[in-house]
């Protein structure tokens, strides 16, 4: 077993007098999907926000690739190679996929002793990833908002992992798509693993973490049930735990399991 | 992941028409050829067409551009400057306040008002920024700020609103002429001898030719659709105040400096309405306090026809040149046409409306929404 990329101690974080994190532990490894699952205000969010630079945890150490870091913001996390995609805030839906794809990390060239933005080199670059994803665009100046959801956090996946990540958060990508646009995120998220970077996968559907995961943790009201590996656990533990326990299995009675 | 080739036959083929119209300088290239088109055929004999006219409506469109283009390239990334109006006023005071009540050197009244103004473009942006209020209000704040001290300062310094004497005072200045001279004088003298274009034929210009020079106003408007046309689209600035005004959250995630792009942006609308002030004070010889009035509405006009969106994002400073063209044009061909001025504003809103409409199906078409 290689060394953890990253590992979280004790992390807590306290908004005020709430305590939306209270001494969370993971270990995150490269080459594998580890998913994070919890029901809405379990913390999944504020303690991937601690992960990528946005809130500095409270107590709590961050180690990455074996040293301990304070990211003052989340610039600071995307320089160390934690990068971040947002559900909804992945891509610019006016922009060209080009144009979006090198937000913030525009190719330039010297033309008379001035920078301009490198269109040919942007263009060439963004048609081989998107092919390499599996989109076929019409051309690289089509705007983003022309594709699928599916397809931009697979742009927005793509960027992230041309642009050198080594971890890559993915919070809740599939939470708003439909079966296939799923499938086809999913895919993705194996292709990455498979290049060695670790993928840090938050959803509340078991299902969709079943699909790909190969650790498993459960947050719930800023705690952590532990963590699980591949084959460990059911997806039915997986779903109690989430609720924390009762009051869904009997939901889940009524409805004849499909919860 | 066959998928996605699946989908590849429900891409259908864009048609010619379709890919036109998403270009967003379009309606100001057919607006501009209809412009053209309907006055060489009504009032080609009204003078509008030779060098006199030629040059009466290009200083009009060269006024309308330079607003334009600040307004355009800080709507782009997502605001707005309803201050535009008050600043040219105001700068153009400062500049008389400064040269000819206080008496300073012309030049150092040019340049203390250029900081003075660009230093207010600055704090409209930053306060936006910081408070996350809309500029739409901050703007309109500033908007009459401006005119106030505008009003209040000359009243209070010399117990009047317009100061004049400006051309005297700028007379042998190295910085003026930048802004208030004419540039290819000998080449239109030539013209005007060789008959090319008319010439004075008594009084003490005899022999001048009737257009004696293209005026710095013109230099600096084409100056400044060059500049802001190759900055939006051709650096890695421009891809910021795109991302800036497209989605300003998502381009703070991917690491764009937003809300420096935006103050900057603010300072370049202040700069080039101080450029628009500075040539007019050149140009009348005198400030006034009502200069630059509705300037502001002018500027967001033209951009939003030149194919902007209100909420920013997109939109070309070409197209925006172009409207500014038009209403030159427009303004000037009714005057020529012998038809009632006001009629102007009639004929903005009137546009302004049909852009508005055409613009959000084009928004749709982009981001293919139904």
């Known amino acids: 077993m290689t060394d953890p990329i990253i590992r979280m101690t004790d992390i807590e974080k306290h908004f005020g007098s709430v305590i939306a994190l209270n001494g969370v532990t993971v270990e995150f ?14 913390g999944k969010s504020t303690f991937i926000k601690t992960m990528s630079g946005v809130h500095k945890p409270t107590k709590g150490k961050i180690e990455f690739e074996g040293k301990e870091m304070n990211f003052a913001d989340p610039r600071d996390a995307i320089a160390a190679g934690i990068a971040t995609v947002y559900q909804d805030l992945a891509m610019i839906p006016l922009m060209s996929v080009s144009r979006n794809f090198f937000m913030g990390n525009e190719p330039v060239k010297k033309v008379a002793g001035m920078s301009f933005f490198d269109h040919e080199h ?41 642009f050198g990540a080594k971890v890559l958060i993915l919070d809740e990508p599939t939470s708003a798509l439909g079966v296939r646009q799923t499938a086809n995120v999913l895919a993705t998220v ?61 939901l889940e009675g009524s409805l004849g399991g499909t919860v | 992941m066959s998928d996605a080739t699946n989908d590849d036959e429900r891409i259908k083929e864009m048609s010619g028409l379709r890919r036109a119209l998403i270009r967003p300088e379009l309606g100001g290239m057919v607006g501009t050829v209809a412009v053209f088109t309907f006055f060489l055929l009504f009032a080609f004999d009204s003078g509008m067409f030779n060098a006199q006219g030629v040059l009466n409506w290009s200083v009009v469109s060269a006024q ?9 390239l800080l709507m782009i990334a997502g605001e707005f400057d309803l201050s535009v109006g008050s600043m040219i006023g105001f700068a153009g005071m400062m500049i008389a306040v400064f040269g000819i009540t206080l008496g300073w050197p012309m030049w150092m009244a040019i340049i203390v008002t250029f900081v003075i103004c660009i230093a207010f473009g600055a704090l409209n942006g930053y306060i936006v920024v910081r408070t996350g209020l809309p500029s739409f209000i901050v703007t309109l704040a500033t908007l009459f700020i401006l005119r106030g001290f505008t009003i209040f300062i000359p009243q209070t310094l010399e117990r009047k609103t317009i100061i004049g004497g400006i051309r005297e ?20 003298q030539w013209l005007g001898d060789m008959g090319v274009i008319g010439v004075f034929t008594r009084g003490n210009l005899e022999g001048k030719p009737v257009v004696d020079g293209i005026p710095m106003l013109i230099v ?7 500049f802001g046309h190759i900055l939006l689209t051709r650096t890695r600035f421009g891809n910021w105040i795109f991302a800036a005004g497209g989605d300003a959250q998502a381009a703070r995630y991917a690491g764009v400096p937003v809300d420096r792009v935006k103050i900057l942006m603010f300072m370049f609308t202040a700069f080039c309405a101080t450029v628009f002030a500075v040539c007019q004070v050149m140009e009348f010889g005198s400030a006034g306090s009502d200069r630059g009035i509705l300037k502001e509405f002018e500027a967001i006009i033209a951009v939003v026809i030149g194919g902007a969106l209100l909420t920013g994002g997109y939109g070309s400073v070409i197209g925006a040149a172009l409207v500014a063209l038009i ?17 102007f504003r009639v004929f903005l809103g009137v546009i302004l409306l049909f852009a508005v409409i055409l613009n959000t199906y084009i928004r749709r078409m982009i981001t293919g929404e139904r």
């Open chain 1, 29 to 42: 490894y490269p080459g594998e999907c580890h998913c994070l699952l919890g029901d809405n205000g379990a």
């Open chain 2, 220 to 226: 600096w408007a084409l100056g400044l659709v060059v």
């Open chain 2, 327 to 343: 209403f030159g044009v427009v303004q000037q061909g009714l005057f020529f046409a012998n038809v009632e001025s006001s009629l």
């Open chain 1, 190 to 250: 194996d292709k990455v693993r498979k290049q060695g970077i670790a993928v840090v996968f938050i959803t509340h559907n078991v299902r969709h973490a079943m699909a790909v995961g190969d650790r498993f943790t459960v947050l719930n009201r800023g705690k952590t049930f532990g963590t699980a590996s591949r084959g460990e656990i059911t997806p039915e533990q997986l779903q109690d735990m989430m609720a924390g326990g009762e009051e869904l299995a009997t």
């Open chain 2, 169 to 188: 005072a700028a007379e042998g200045d190295w910085l003026a002429p930048i802004f208030g001279a004419k540039i290819f004088t000998g080449f239109f």
């Open chain 1, 122 to 162: 942007a263009n060439d670059v963004t048609m081989s990833e998107m092919k390499k994803m599996g989109i076929n665009l019409r051309g690289p100046d089509q705007a983003v908002g022309t594709l699928s959801g599916g397809e931009r956090q697979t742009v927005a996946i793509a960027r992230a992992v041309h």
């Open chain 2, 64 to 72: 309308f551009m330079i607003i334009a283009i600040g307004a355009c």
